[in-house]
Every structure is written in C-alpha cells, then in structure tokens.
C-alpha cells in the first residue's frame, strides 16, 4: 500500500513538472499574455525557453536524485541484514560442524576418567 502510494505521487509529481515545462515557456513567449514585455531583444527563443525551463529540470532532477538516494538506502539496510544473517548462518553451522567433535572429546574424557579410576583401584 505504501508502495503504491508513493509511486502515485511520484507519477502526479512527474505529471505536474512536465506540464509546467511545456506550458511555461509558451505563456511567457505569448504576446497576448504579457503586453509590454518582449522577449524579441532576449537572444533566441531557445535561450529563453531554456531559461525559463532550466530551474523545473533541475528540481525535477533533485527529486528524483532523492527517490533515489532513499530506494539506495533501502537496499543498504536490506543487504545489511542478509549479510547479518548469513554471518549468523556461518557461525551456528561452523558451531553445529564442532557438535560431533566434542561428543567424541567427551565420550573420550569419560572413557580415560572410567580407566583412571579402573587403575586407581587396582593400586
């Protein structure tokens, strides 16, 4: 839900940036809008439309480098976790391979502490 939620917004935001990039530029170089200014002494109509359209780019950039830097540490904090994890996974097996080994050590403990006391009450 969440999910879903955020890609609506970001959709609506993408929807709303690109409409004023395509609007702006044409309502400022629309001599039926503006009487008295004339964007005729500015240069060319694509240093104007590109002066006009630079500051909308350049925040629909910000916002989608943020989207991006929080998916990013999303995936961080995913990968942290499978990585702790399989540490973990690592270490109760590499303990679970030891098990046997001191099964073995104890039954052999046992078994020279059974023959101590053998030759202890034989002296």
């Not at 006009?52 to 989608?64: E, K, R």
């Not at 499978?82 to 679970?96: C, S, V």
């Amino acid at each position: 839900m969440k999910k879903l939620s955020e890609i609506s917004l970001l959709a609506l935001l993408f929807i709303i940036v690109m409409s004023i990039i395509y609007v702006i530029p044409w309502a400022f170089t629309n001599e039926t809008w503006f009487t008295g200014v004339s964007f005729e002494n500015t240069g060319n109509i694509g240093d104007t439309i590109g002066g006009l359209t630079a500051p909308f780019l350049n925040g629909l950039s910000a916002i989608l480098v943020f989207f991006a830097f929080r998916e990013q540490i999303k995936a961080n904090k995913l990968f942290h976790g499978m990585e702790q994890k399989k540490i973990n996974l690592e270490k109760y097996n590499d303990l679970l391979s030891k098990v046997p080994d001191v099964k073995t050590d104890l039954k052999i403990g046992a078994f020279a502490q059974s023959l101590n006391k053998i030759s202890l009450s034989k002296l």
